[in-house]
T-cell receptor
Framework: DTAVSQTPKYLVTQMGNDKSIKCEQN?????MYWYKQDSKKFLKIMFS???????INETVPNRFSPKSPDKAHLNLHINSLELGDSAVYFC?????????????FGPGTRLLVL | AQKVTQAQTEISVVEKEDVTLDCVYE???????LFWYKQPPSGELVFLIR??????QNEISGRYSWNFQKSTSSFNFTITASQVVDSAVYFC??????????FGQGTELSVKP
């Protein structure tokens, strides 16, 4: 029944490792997003995909690579993890990529880089 | 430039008090949408309300009410008769450019019994 789900919920890893976070939505939406919430709770958009096509790509290190195998899934792969990557990563989805649409968020993935 | 400011970082009230969370936004766009989200201690982000720039009617939903004033670029959120379960971080957000939500810094509300 979960609308937007993310796995894993928690991720603890060492600096330099590569890790992936998966996101799935069962709302039938066309657009999916990745947001990063830092230690001060500030939320900022990273990427957005509309029907598997990248439409928003904020100033994010190229160690971060999103992949959308289909419009219900959006994964985030992070290479060579750094301490500063520690954050909560939220996936979200909306019907379409429009300012009208409400974005619904997943539960978040808490990433800790040691 | 687009910006959302929530000047109150933390608010602490006693149960049953009314509390207003302030939100001020900046945008040059004439069409935009404003949102409020709640992030309880469990961490998820819960959608509360969406309001478009052409609708300045106040909205009430149970103990929650929202006051949108275009003249002051504000979209304030009031909780009446607060309860402990209202304790959370509340985010105001602006969407003016096709999908890119701009969030305020959040206001952490603590409701004490």
């Amino acid at each position: 029944d979960t609308a937007v789900s993310q796995t894993p919920k928690y991720l603890v890893t060492q600096m330099g490792n590569d890790k992936s976070i998966k996101c799935e939505q069962n709302l039938g939406h066309d657009t999916m997003y990745w947001y990063k919430q830092d230690s001060k709770k500030f939320l900022k958009i990273m990427f957005s995909y509309n029907n598997k096509e990248l439409i928003i790509n904020e100033t994010v290190p190229n160690r971060f690579s999103p992949k959308s195998p289909d419009k219900a899934h959006l994964n985030l792969h992070i290479n060579s993890l750094e301490l500063g990557d520690s954050a909560v990563y939220f996936c979200a989805s909306s019907q379409v990529a429009s300012l009208v649409e409400t974005q619904y968020f997943g539960p978040g993935t808490r990433l800790l880089v040691l | 430039a687009q910006k959302v400011t929530q000047a109150q970082t933390e608010i602490s009230v006693v149960e049953k008090e009314d509390v207003t969370l302030d939100c001020v936004y900046e945008t040059r766009d004439t069409t935009y949408y404003l949102f409020w989200y709640k992030q309880p201690p469990s961490g998820e982000l819960v959608f509360l309300i969406r309001r478009n720039s052409f609708d300045e009617q106040n909205e009430i939903s149970g103990r929650y009410s929202w006051n949108f004033q275009k003249s002051t670029s504000s979209f304030n959120f009031t909780i009446t008769a607060s309860q402990v379960v209202d304790s959370a971080v509340y985010f105001c957000a602006l969407n003016a450019q096709g999908g890119k939500l701009i969030f305020g810094q959040g206001t952490e509300l603590s409701v004490k019994p």
